[in-house]
């Protein structure tokens, strides 16, 4: 019979009982951080596109569940649900792109003071796999607040600092979301002056915008 972990049995998402849905896939639940109803609602898509040139694999459709989802992890600060968005795809992961050193691409420190985490860097390390924190913004810039002809502009924020400790590594870039395509093709562009063995990305939600990103 399944036991019951009376510290952590609410829906990190809905805070409903996560054994709400008596049904004989609950006797399954492996990770106990999300209830059926909610999972339901991550669409996966686990597609694989290119972005110059380079792999690029999403993992779900960027719905209005995970919007939400993504605005109460990063807008409200709820850290616990760091743990979530990974949580369907970790083995794949972590079998896929063992021997890999995953970069999260970069928050503004001063936003991460005031939040009190640095959101894809806490996702990332639920993975448990070598992590390079190189990556910064130089000042506060938010894609989602910009005009889609002025979003190029983050191509000259993205820096890059310690960057010798990705000599003939294989890397592993990550980034939550993705709308015009330019914070990763920073981050690329970045990394590109690092002689590494392999470059792969993957961005966990993918937008409705049918764009080139090739």
Known sequence: MHQRNQENECCLVCKQDIYKDTCIRTLFLKQEKICFSCSDKLIDVFIKQKI??????????????????????????????????????QKYIRKKYKGYTIVPTPSFDLENKTRGFSPVEEIVRTLKMPIFL????????????????????????????????????KILLIDDVMTSGYTI??????????KYQDLKIIIIAKNNRKENYK
Do not use: P, W
């Not at 694999?57 to 990974?86: P, S, T, V």
């Not at 810039?141 to 993205?158: G, H, P, T, V």
């Open 52 to 89: 110059e040139e380079i792999e690029v694999r999403y993992l779900y459709l960027y719905n209005d569940f995970f919007r939400k989802l993504l605005y109460q992890y990063k807008g409200l600060y709820d850290i616990a649900l760091k743990d979530l968005f990974l949580l369907k795809h």
């Open 134 to 169: 190189g990556l910064y913004k130089k000042k506060a810039y938010k894609q989602a607040l910009q005009s889609y002809s002025k979003r190029k502009e983050i191509l000259n924020i993205i820096g890059i600092q310690q960057q010798e400790q990705l000599t003939n590594k």
């Open 185 to 194: 093709k920073a981050c690329i562009m970045q990394l590109q002056t690092v």
